[in-house]
Nanobody, 127 residues
Framework: LHLVESGGGLVQPGGSLRLSCDAA????????IGWFRQAPGKEREEVSC????????TYADSVKGRFTIRREHARDTVYLQMNNLKPEDAGVYYC?????????????????????WGQGTQVFVSS
């Protein structure tokens, strides 16, 4: 499974971006997919995860109410819609996959429990 992120860029505070995570070579249909981010000098942290079915989601407290994760099985893509962006949201955003035990829920959204990391897409939030 090879994941590819896209959609990053520069946005002003309060702006929006939509990140995409696409699967190359093999389908990610049966995997939990997570979005994570890493700011300079900081550890990689969880942002949001979605179950294989798409029916179960988790969000970090810092992004609840602003970010939305969803997946489109027909496109084999997972999206992260980011609204009302803040400077502290800046960093490299990665998607990764987890072969979890449940189809309809996320059992873990910890970076250490994920594999098949993409190369990342950079998000800048600045005026």
């Amino acid at each position: 499974l090879h994941l590819v992120e896209s959609g990053g860029g520069l946005v002003q505070p309060g702006g929006s971006l939509r990140l995409s995570c696409d699967a190359a070579k093999f389908s990610m249909d049966l995997f939990i997919i997570g979005w994570f981010r890493q700011a300079p000098g900081k550890e990689r942290e969880e942002v949001s995860c979605i179950s294989a079915s798409g029916g179960g989601t988790t969000y970090a407290d810092s992004v609840k109410g602003r970010f939305t994760i969803r997946r489109e099985h027909a496109r084999d893509t997972v999206y992260l819609q980011m609204n009302n962006l803040k400077p502290e949201d800046a960093g490299v955003y990665y998607c990764a996959a987890r072969n979890g035990p449940f189809y309809n829920s996320v059992d873990s959204c910890k970076p250490a429990d994920y594999d098949n990391w993409g190369q990342g897409t950079q998000v800048f939030v600045s005026s």
